[in-house]
């Protein structure tokens, strides 16, 4: 049976969702093909456990640190399996309301099997062959496995598998210092594991700022978590007559012994099974080939997310998927790639960027790059909570025009949309601090360090003696 549409879309993750969702409402005819669960990594093994995972984590923490507020402090008594099995019903709860039934109840045609193309025009999933005016592809990525010898021979977890633990590990080993890596081992060392995290690098979330870096590693070793900067897993092994898994990790000199390895080193595109060559579209194991309008080398496919190898963050891979679907289905193009992509790290305080760091922005503007560092430890909402640990850093230029901004703070990835805005829109710096912000707000420390930003150009140099000067004539 053949069924022809105006989009075809391959993938059911977020790309393919807000893709299928824009092209509905449109009026277009649209079918979504999806070979696993719709949802795509953020429901099931990213952006929902992960983060439903660190709320049970944090609700512990509290429990064992209520002393820091007058309370009587209580040790957790950590059920995984229980812990677990809160994760999977938030899942639940959110996988119902983007079921193939609702799908379908919305205009979007869902074809469950794997996809293939047979011609640049056509593609078979199952018993179904699909033919399209335009298709656009949104396939995500999957975990990277690095090439450690002996890992074939172990037993270990990515951010896909380690969902399926029910018993608390005693110590969990971690490979990779960035956000899956972090958020993870945070976690599980607040429900009661040992945690050792191995960076490959000399810190930790090494795409942002050192200083971001620095707030993090501390707060870390307050916790407890081990952390071996610039050290990788050279070898592993499990040593089969140990009680406790007794899995073995040389690394850099050390011998570590665990009984749970968590590999959390990166994600590759997925590519394969398409049979991409039949349909003439260009890619390599980095991923599908796109231009700035996310059209790929036939004029009538796109691709957008992490299945082109760029930024790979839920929110990018939506917006991107809207953007292709606009493409494809409208007349004219719209950029499809953008230079202020921002992304949070939920870990606790959480990092949030957008924009170019100070590193970045001194290369492409020397010395007309300023910074202003806002600490949170002058913030009353952070004082009143506890949670001084972390910043705002604001880098522009002299006439303060916005370059980025990073925030380091417990409601970071909250804080940072007002610096997405201005950044979009051309917003100045000092000009955010004319629009009141509500007092006692975590986001308050923006139009605070807005404002000393504002000061500090209004009375330095000649402007400065101008005021002063007004000042001492009004007295």
């Not at 975590?442 to 101008?466: M, N």
């Amino acid at each position: 049976m053949t069924e022809d549409y105006d989009l075809v879309i391959i993938g059911a993750g977020s790309g393919g969702l807000s893709a299928a969702a824009f092209a509905a409402q449109m009026g277009a005819r649209v079918a979504l093909v999806e070979k696993s669960r719709v949802g795509g990594d953020c429901t099931w093994s990213g952006c929902v456990p992960s983060k439903t995972l660190l709320k049970a984590a944090k609700v512990a923490h509290e429990m064992r640190t209520a002393d820091r507020y007058g309370l009587p402090t209580a040790e957790p008594q950590v059920d995984l399996r229980a812990v677990m099995a809160h994760v999977r019903d938030v899942i639940g709860e959110i996988a119902e309301e983007e079921s193939p039934e609702m799908l379908r109840a919305n205009g979007i045609e869902v074809v469950l099997d794997e996809a293939r193309f047979v011609d640049p025009h056509t593609l078979v999933a199952g018993d179904t062959s699909l033919s399209a005016r335009r298709f656009l592809i949104t396939t995500g990525a999957q975990s990277l496995l690095p090439p450690i010898p002996g890992l074939a021979d172990v037993d270990c977890l990515t951010y896909e598998t380690v969902w399926d633990l029910e018993t608390l590990p005693q110590h969990l080993v971690i490979v990779g210092g960035g956000p899956v890596g972090c958020e993870i081992a945070q976690a599980f060392r607040r429900l009661g594991a040992e945690v050792t995290l191995l960076a490959s690098q000399d810190r930790l979330l090494p795409r942002d700022d050192p200083q971001a870096s620095r707030v993090l590693a501390s707060v870390f070793e307050e916790e407890g978590i081990r952390v071996l900067f610039e050290t990788r897993a050279e070898l592993v092994w499990k040593d089969e007559a140990a009680a406790a898994g007794g899995i073995h990790v040389g690394a850099g000199g050390n011998s570590l012994v665990g009984d749970a390895l968590l590999l959390a080193t990166g994600r590759r595109p997925t590519v394969d099974g398409l049979d991409l060559d039949k349909a003439g579209v260009a890619y390599s194991a980095d991923g599908i080939q796109v231009d700035d309008t996310l059209r790929t080398s036939q004029r009538h496919i796109y691709a957008a997310g992490d299945c082109t190898g760029g930024l790979q963050f839920t929110h990018y891979a939506g917006w991107q998927a809207v953007m292709a679907a606009r493409n494809a289905l409208l007349p004219g193009a719209s950029k499809g790639v953008s230079d202020h992509v921002p992304w949070t790290t939920f870990t606790d305080p959480e990092v949030a960027h957008v924009g170019l760091t100070e590193m970045q922005a001194r290369e492409g503007f020397g010395e007309a790059v300023m910074t202003c560092d806002w600490p949170m430890a002058r913030v009353d909402r952070a004082r009143t909570e506890g949670d001084t640990a972390g910043f705002i850093k604001l880098v522009h230029k002299k006439d303060g025009t916005l370059l980025g901004a990073t925030i380091v703070a417990p409601r970071a990835g909250e804080m940072i949309h007002e610096w997405i805005v201005a950044l979009h829109e051309g917003i100045k710096v000092g000009d955010l601090s004319n629009a009141i912000h509500v007092y006692p707000t975590y986001s308050i420390a923006g139009q605070q360090a807005a404002a000393a930003i504002r000061i500090g150009r209004l009375l330095s140099g000649a402007s400065g003696r101008v005021v002063r000067g007004l000042v001492h004539l009004m007295r």
